[in-house]
């Protein structure tokens, strides 16, 4: 799993720094009409999550990029962080498929978005 892991040195600031970007993330999702724009709330609930991860990650001293970086990122909340449940990191890769289908592939939907057992609007 390290393998697929580049090595950093733990960076609290920068961390913090993430943090904030999430924190305005998070600000700029309520302001965003859920029922009109349910694929864009959907991509940003994950984006908030990938960073999340990033920032266990920096704390760990570990990155992960490139080719796959979001699933390694992942796999590494689900190896290293046992806190987390198995429906709970399906629901987060789920998330990923979805964000990934919006992203590359101009997928949107006026409906909710349903992933694992819950529903993003």
């Known amino acids: 799993m390290q393998d697929d892991l580049v090595r950093v040195t733990p960076n609290k600031e920068k961390a913090r720094s993430i943090l904030r970007m999430v924190e305005t993330t998070l ?7 859920k029922r009109k724009f349910p694929s864009n709330i959907a991509k940003e609930y994950y984006e908030v999550i990938r960073e999340m991860i990033s920032i266990i990650l920096l704390l760990d001293g570990f990155k992960a990029y490139g080719e796959g970086a979001h699933k390694k990122q992942i796999d590494y909340l689900e190896l290293r962080y046992t806190v987390f449940s198995k429906s709970e990191i399906i629901l987060i ?5 979805v964000r990934n289908k919006i992203a590359y592939d101009g997928f949107s939907s006026k409906k909710a978005i349903s992933i694992g057992n819950s529903q993003t609007y």
């Open 93 to 97: 890769d789920d998330l990923r498929i």
């Open 27 to 33: 600000e700029m999702i309520k302001q965003i009409d």
